[in-house]
C-alpha cells in the first residue's frame, strides 16, 4: 500500500505561479513513476506531467508543456509540480497518483494509487 498526500493549491491570478507537492508515504520502494492529473468540474480527469521515479525522465500533456515542470526528491519521497505562467484554464483538482508497474504511465488505469487532490483556482 501506498499513501499519498498532496498540497500546495490555492487561487492565484492569471500569470503567477504555484508549487504543488506530494509526498509518498508506506510501500513506496515499489513505486516505479509518478504522475499529476488534474480534473476541471464537470471533465473528465486528464494526464498533466509524470517522472520516472529512477531515472527522473519526465513527459508532459502538451496544453502545460513549457509552463510546468514535474520534478522528484528521491530521499524525501515527495514529488512536485512546479506551475508557472498559471491561465484560467488550469483551474482544476490536482491530484498525484504512484505507478507501481514498470515504466511511466499516461493512462489512468496505470496508475495504483491516488492521492486526494489540491484545489488550483486561477482567476482572471
Known amino acids: 500500500q501506498v499513501q499519498l498526500v498532496e498540497s500546495g493549491g490555492g487561487l492565484v491570478q492569471a500569470g503567477e505561479s504555484l508549487r504543488l507537492s506530494c509526498v509518498a508515504s508506506?510501500?513506496?520502494?515499489?513505486?516505479?513513476?509518478m504522475g499529476w492529473y488534474r480534473q476541471a468540474p464537470g471533465k473528465e480527469r486528464e494526464f498533466v506531467a509524470t517522472?520516472?521515479?529512477?531515472?527522473?525522465?519526465?513527459y508532459y500533456a502538451n496544453p502545460v508543456k513549457g509552463r510546468f515542470t514535474i520534478s522528484r526528491d528521491y530521499a524525501k519521497n515527495m514529488v512536485y509540480l512546479q506551475m508557472n505562467s498559471l491561465k484560467p484554464e488550469d483551474t482544476a483538482v490536482y491530484y498525484c497518483?504512484?505507478?507501481?508497474?514498470?515504466?511511466?504511465?499516461?493512462?489512468?488505469?496505470?496508475?495504483?494509487?491516488w492521492g486526494q487532490g489540491t484545489q488550483v483556482t486561477v482567476s482572471s
Open positions: 517522472i520516472n521515479w529512477s531515472d527522473a525522465n519526465t
Open positions: 508506506g510501500s513506496r520502494f515499489s513505486i516505479n513513476a
Open positions: 497518483a504512484a505507478r507501481m508497474g514498470a515504466g511511466v504511465g499516461f493512462a489512468r488505469s496505470e496508475y495504483d494509487y
